[in-house]
């Protein structure tokens, strides 16, 4: 069992910056691949960005590359999203996920993961 808790949204202008934190507690396996998700008004939840257990690799949706970045601090229980030049569009409820592994690999399928937090608000002004 394992506890997520995600923090750091709130209101920022377009072409500003928000850096998401999420906090992981309870059970946990050595290994956990984790992900960043978002929901926006009247769409379907999303995959932003996942990275492997041990944060060797990472991969991104289109529609943020170049501007967002997912990070972990193992040792902290923490993961990370560095978000930058903000859209209007990156308006949504972003969630992480984490999915117990006992090997390495990419997971950007929503469906894989596990454990869930319950989001944190980010909305981006025009």
């Known amino acids: 069992q394992v506890q997520l808790v995600e923090s750091g949204g709130g209101l920022v202008q377009a072409g500003g910056s928000l850096r998401l934190s999420c906090a992981a507690s309870?059970?946990?396996?050595?290994?956990?691949?984790m992900g960043w998700f978002r929901r926006a008004p009247g769409k379907e939840r999303e995959t932003v960005a996942a990275i492997t257990w041990d944060g060797s690799d990472t991969k991104y949706a289109d529609s943020v590359k170049g501007r967002f970045t997912i990070s972990r601090d193992n040792a902290k229980n923490t993961l990370s999203l560095q978000m930058n030049s903000m859209k209007p569009e990156d308006t949504a409820v972003y969630y992480c996920a984490a999915r117990e592994v006992l090997h390495g690999g990419l997971y950007f399928d929503k469906d894989w993961y596990d454990y869930w937090g319950q989001g944190t608000q980010v909305t981006v002004s025009a």
């Open positions: 309870g059970r946990t396996l050595s290994r956990n691949a």
